[in-house]
């Protein structure tokens, strides 16, 4: 077995530079990651405080979150689960390892749609597993679909599914949620459904793929609707088959969540009128763009139906996504995600916005870049 050859992830690269600048004296305006510029609720902050007087803490998994997340598949979704089959994780990128080296064995193809995270592809590719990458365009809303599925030949032991999706937003509707889970249950397919996006939605709610499937595992995190990034909390949900493998997998390879953090989320869980306030400020944040992306030349984008991104075609301006959105920050302070990270074949003539930052952030980032958007309309000329 050949040694994984794992691509860079560009965008990373990109905040690199804007960090730099800042420290040159830039003033920066981060549009380039999927983090939400509001921090933990205060529900979670006073219950850290709490617990760090009062608990020294040390290896640890909750049994009282486990028990809530089960609770909140149940209350969101109807569907029914064991506290047991939650397995509490370091973040979603530690669940998404653990899935796929739970129900996967190296050489296994696994598909997923382009464009897709690029971690999908390189975790994949890391874990010695085969990306079966599916062309999505606006034709099915850049997203996978039971007909593509079915179309596979031969059938690949795997599918990730995200709804809502990074870096376009989109989400699949219900009866394609069936379709797909029909698909795979028919042809032998295990999916695996990144579900961190849920919460956040524009377009009604969503909607799990355990609605559908049982076995499906799922991904999810306390990082985007609960506003959690750098406390590192996520959860991977298990079918039956699985729990003991998972497990033996998590205590070998992460040992346990942060146990601070385990604290934390557990109140965050029920500090909901807080969070649908941040999802209002994600949701203006997106119309704000969406008003302001014509005058911008942008007028071929994914269909932003939840997450907190806007995919756009560049193609008209560049075929070099990376070196755009170096020159956009070096020339604006506004900084972006090259679709590259994306989509390795056409991700070159898209980027990403993110506006999980402040309204504010977000009128400022379009007064700098609609002037420089318009003279380079007048330089491709």
Known sequence: MTRAEIEPFHAIGISRLAHQLKGEGAQIIHMEFGQPSTG????????AHQVLDSDGMGYWESPALKARIARH?????GVALEAEQVILTCGASPALVLALSSAFTPGDRIALARPGY??????????HLTPVEIACGPESRYQLTAQALAALDPAPAGVIIASPANPTGTIIPP???????????????????????HGLSYVGPTHSMLEFEPTALIVNSFSKYFSMVGWR????????DLVARARAFVGNLFLTAPSLSQHAGLAAMDAREELEGHVAVYRANRQLLLDALPSLGLTAIAPPDGAFYIWADIGHLTDDSLAFCERLLRETGVATAPGLDFDPVEGR????FSFAVSTQEVREALERIQPWFAAQAQNSR
Do not use: H, M
């Open 349 to 352: 003539r898209f980027i990403r």
């Open 73 to 77: 598949y149940q209350e969101t979704y």
């Open 40 to 47: 933990a609720p205060a529900p979670a902050i006073a219950r």
């Open 118 to 127: 690029v971690a999908y592809r390189n975790s994949l590719k890391a874990l």
């Open 175 to 197: 009866e394609e949620l069936a379709a797909i889970a029909e698909v795979c249950r028919e042809r032998g397919i295990r999916i695996v459904s990144d579900e961190i996006y």
């Open 233 to 240: 909390l996520g959860w991977l949900v298990a079918p039956a």
